[in-house]
C-alpha cells in the first residue's frame, strides 16, 4: 500500500522557503484559513532583504477587535501598500540576477488583479511560486472539508478524508500536537526538519536567513532548490 503523506497549514504571505518544503515534501497540502486570524503574525507579513537590512513588508489587514475572525474571512485594507510592495521589490530586487524570472507576473498581482481576501491574495502567490519550483503536490482548501470543534479532531478528520497514512506537521507543533489521537486512527505523525539550510549569494553584503522565499528565487532562479531540503 502507497503511502500518503498530508500536510496541513495556514496560509502565509508570500512565506519562507521552508514553507514550501513542506508542500514539497506531501502528496497533499491542506489550507487551513479556517484558523484564527492572529496579529503580528505570517499570515499578512514577512521580511526581505534591502541596502539598509532586513525590511517587513506587511499588508494592511481588517481586523474586528475582540471577534473571533479566521483567515479565510480576513479582508485586505486599502489600496496604496499594493504600489508600495512591488516598488519595494522591484528597487531592491532588480539587480539580483533572476529577478525578471517572475517580476511581470508579481506586478501583475499587485497592480491589475486587485485582490481583497488576504487569503486568496496568499494563495495567489503560494500557487506562483510552487509553479515556477516545479512543486505538483494537490493543494486543498480546509473549507472543502468536515471540520471538528477541536483542532486535533479536525486534522484528523482531514487526514481521513483524504485517506492519508501519514500526517506530516511543522517542528513546532510537536510540543503541543495530540499524538494518540493520530496513533488510534493509524496515521503516522512526522515532523519537517528545517534545521541545517545552506546560504546563498544575497545582495547587500552577508547572509540574512528565513526570508520571504522571492529573496531565495531572485538570487539562484531555478536553481533555488539546491538550497532547499525536499524540492527536486
Known amino acids: 500500500m502507497k503511502i500518503k503523506k498530508v500536510a496541513i497549514l495556514q496560509s502565509n504571505y508570500i512565506p519562507w522557503r521552508g514553507y514550501f518544503d513542506l508542500i514539497s515534501l506531501v502528496d497533499e497540502f491542506v489550507i487551513f484559513d479556517e484558523m484564527q486570524y492572529t496579529k503580528r503574525d505570517w499570515r499578512n507579513r514577512n521580511r526581505i532583504k534591502t ?27 486599502g489600496e496604496s501598500w499594493r504600489n508600495k510592495h512591488w516598488k519595494t521589490l522591484e528597487f531592491n530586487y532588480i539587480k539580483s540576477k533572476y529577478f525578471k524570472d517572475l517580476a511581470d507576473e508579481i506586478e501583475h498581482i499587485y497592480l491589475e488583479e486587485n485582490i481583497t481576501s488576504l487569503s486568496k491574495l ?111
Open 122 to 232: 496568499n494563495r495567489r502567490f503560494i500557487d506562483l511560486i510552487c509553479s515556477y519550483l516545479g512543486i505538483k503536490t494537490c493543494i486543498r482548501d480546509s473549507f472543502e472539508f468536515s471540520l471538528a470543534n477541536n483542532k486535533n479532531e479536525r486534522l484528523v478528520n482531514i487526514c481521513r478524508e483524504l485517506e492519508a497514512s501519514e500526517y506530516v506537521s511543522g517542528p513546532k507543533a510537536a510540543s503541543y500536537i495530540d499524538k494518540k489521537i493520530f496513533e488510534s486512527n493509524n496515521i503516522k505523525l512526522s515532523f519537517a526538519d528545517y534545521s541545517g539550510y545552506s546560504e546563498y549569494n544575497q545582495l547587500w553584503g552577508g547572509f540574512e536567513k528565513n526570508l520571504s522565499i522571492l529573496d531565495l528565487i531572485f538570487n539562484c532562479g531555478k536553481s533555488s532548490f539546491k538550497y532547499m531540503k525536499y524540492v527536486n
Open 51 to 77: 541596502k539598509d537590512g532586513v525590511l517587513w513588508l506587511t499588508v494592511p489587514v481588517e481586523v474586528k477587535g475582540k471577534y473571533f475572525q479566521n483567515i479565510r474571512e480576513t479582508k485586505i485594507n
